[in-house]
Every structure is written in C-alpha cells, then in structure tokens.
C-alpha cells in the first residue's frame, strides 16, 4: 500500500524553524525516480505548490513568499523528502502536504501536517 506520511510540523513562533519530513512506502520505486513537492493550505485558501523537486535533484520554488526561506531536499537512501523552513511568519502558517508523482504520471498525497506560526 502505497503511504507518505508527514510529520515535523507543530507550533513555533515568528523568525523560528521547522524541518517537515515525509517519508514514502510502498512504492516499487525509489523516489528518486519521482518528482516529490511540498504544498501548503491555508485556512479559506486554495492549496499551493511551495516546492518541489524533480528525479534529478533540480529543485523549484514556485511560492515567491518562501524563496530564500525554505529548501526541498531528498534522501533517496530513506525514502524522504523534506522541507527546511526557517525565518517562518505568520502567515506561513496552514496544514503543509507532500506529494509525489511518478515516472508513470500516478499522484499521491500525504494526510498533511500543521505548520503554526505565533506572532
């Protein structure tokens, strides 16, 4: 059964850091055969594609608001994505999702986890 369970997120006050990981199971694949992203939702917001990063190891910063904030990485020896975010604002806060699409085009999401950010 295919699963990408996150975890790392949880409460923490402005300027401070969290690092999200999600590690994947049951894929016949190592995901470095996958583009795997980090997107986020925020309450009354529609879900947004913060980072990804492809088979290659190329990453991308779609979301402007994190660029120079946050960094995707990859461990294809464990299976796990992360996402190091620091100088976090308020407005970061929202439930932050992986993701995972494979070679063959097939998308998976993990069940989330909150990211709140204090003022």
């Known amino acids: 059964q295919v699963r990408l369970v996150e975890s790392g997120g949880g409460l923490v006050q402005s300027g401070g850091s969290l690092r999200l990981s999600c590690a994947v199971f049951?894929?016949?694949?190592?995901?470095?055969?996958?583009?795997m992203s980090w997107y986020r939702q925020a309450p009354g917001k529609e879900r947004e594609l913060v980072e990804s990063?492809?088979?290659?190891?190329?990453?991308?910063n779609y979301a402007d608001s994190v660029k120079g904030r946050f960094t995707i990485s990859r461990d294809d020896r464990k299976n796990t994505v992360y996402l190091q975010m620091n100088s976090l604002k308020p407005e970061d806060t929202a439930v932050y999702y992986c993701?995972?699409?494979?070679?063959?085009?097939?998308?998976?999401w993990g069940q989330g986890t909150q990211v709140t950010v204090s003022s």
């Open positions: 049951g894929f016949t694949d190592s995901i470095y055969t996958m583009t």
């Open positions: 993701n995972a699409v494979t070679r063959y085009y097939n998308t998976y």
């Open positions: 990063i492809s088979s290659t190891g190329g990453s991308t």
